[in-house]
């Protein structure tokens, strides 16, 4: 009877995945060329010309140019969301806890500039499964506000007669538009930037006792605008 070969066959090495690093290095690059050129007109061959791979080599890492859009929205949402929740969850007067709103606000688009606006700009280009995936994850920049703002009228500090769902959009509206004119290379730093818009929107919404309080309205601007 012929010998038979009872050793186990040998297993070759696993096949690794993606590397993580890379994946995000390319992922940087896709947000690149979506600021550059817009969603729409940028092709997978436009994001694998800037990574300087083959095309064909993007679809180890995804499935489709959506992908990255998905990937790069989801990822500057939640970390925005999070950054709103630490804010909520301040012990603080309502009128520092608002200035600290838009403080982080002003930094955070700073900071995640290409990314937060491709976030602004090219939303509504995600499926509608994946923008209502991304709107689970928590409140909006809108509700935070709101809340915010109705704390401080409950205290007597923001003026009663606002509309604290209008006004939270028209403020959110208002620090959303800096990522069509900010340069990180302009005049004013993020910090700075920060303090101009702190003061606009206190002294707009502050109520009569409020400035009273502060000793007028360039005290109240000054109060909660120093630089940080």
Same mark, same amino acid.
């Given at each position: 009877?012929?010998?038979?070969?009872?050793?186990?066959?040998?297993?070759?090495?696993?096949?690794?995945?993606?590397?993580?690093?890379?994946?995000?290095?390319?992922?940087?690059?896709?947000?690149?060329?979506?600021?550059?050129?817009?969603?729409?007109?940028?092709?997978?061959?436009?994001?694998?010309?800037?990574?300087?791979?083959?095309?064909?080599?993007?679809?180890?890492?995804?499935?489709?140019?959506?992908?990255?859009?998905?990937?790069?929205?989801?990822?500057?949402?939640? #970390?925005?969301?999070?950054?709103?929740?630490?804010?909520?969850?301040?012990?603080?007067?309502?009128?520092?806890?608002?200035?600290?709103?838009?403080?982080?606000?002003?930094?955070?688009?700073?900071?995640?500039?290409?990314?937060?606006? +491709?976030?602004?700009?090219?939303?509504?280009?995600?499926?509608?499964?994946?923008?209502?995936?991304?709107?689970?994850?928590?409140?909006?920049?809108?509700?935070?506000?709101?809340?915010?703002?109705?704390?401080?009228? #409950? #205290?007597?500090?923001?003026?009663?007669?606002?509309?604290?769902?209008?006004?939270? +959009?028209?403020?959110?509206?208002?620090?959303?538009?800096?990522?069509?004119?900010?340069?990180?290379?302009?005049?004013?730093?993020?910090?700075?930037?920060?303090?101009?818009?702190?003061?606009?929107?206190?002294?707009?919404?502050?109520?009569?006792?409020?400035?009273?309080?502060?000793?007028? +309205?360039?005290?109240?601007?000054?109060?909660?605008?120093?630089?940080?």
């Amino acid at each position: 009877m012929p010998e038979t070969n009872t050793e186990p066959a040998r297993r070759g090495r696993p096949r690794r995945g993606p590397d993580p690093e890379r994946f995000r290095e390319i992922v940087e690059a896709a947000a690149e060329v979506f600021l550059e050129k817009g969603y729409s007109a940028t092709s997978i061959q436009d994001i694998s010309d800037r990574v300087g791979i083959l095309k064909g080599s993007l679809y180890h890492y995804v499935r489709s140019k959506e992908d990255f859009l998905y990937r790069i929205i989801k990822d500057v949402y939640d #970390e925005a969301i999070a950054d709103i929740r630490k804010v909520s969850e301040l012990e603080a007067e309502p009128l520092e806890k608002l200035a600290e709103f838009i403080r982080l606000h002003v930094r955070f688009a700073a900071s995640h500039l290409t990314a937060y606006t +491709i976030q602004l700009r090219e939303f509504e280009q995600l499926s509608a499964e994946r923008r209502e995936e991304i709107r689970r994850g928590g409140e909006t920049y809108v509700e935070a506000l709101q809340v915010i703002l109705e704390e401080a009228q #409950e #205290e007597g500090v923001v003026d009663g007669s606002l509309d604290p769902r209008l006004a939270s +959009i028209i403020i959110t509206g208002e620090l959303n538009s800096m990522t069509r004119w900010y340069s990180p290379q302009g005049a004013l730093s993020a910090d700075e930037l920060a303090d101009v818009y702190v003061g606009m929107v206190l002294c707009s919404v502050a109520s009569e006792t409020a400035v009273e309080d502060a000793g007028g +309205i360039e005290e109240l601007r000054r109060r909660f605008a120093a630089a940080r």
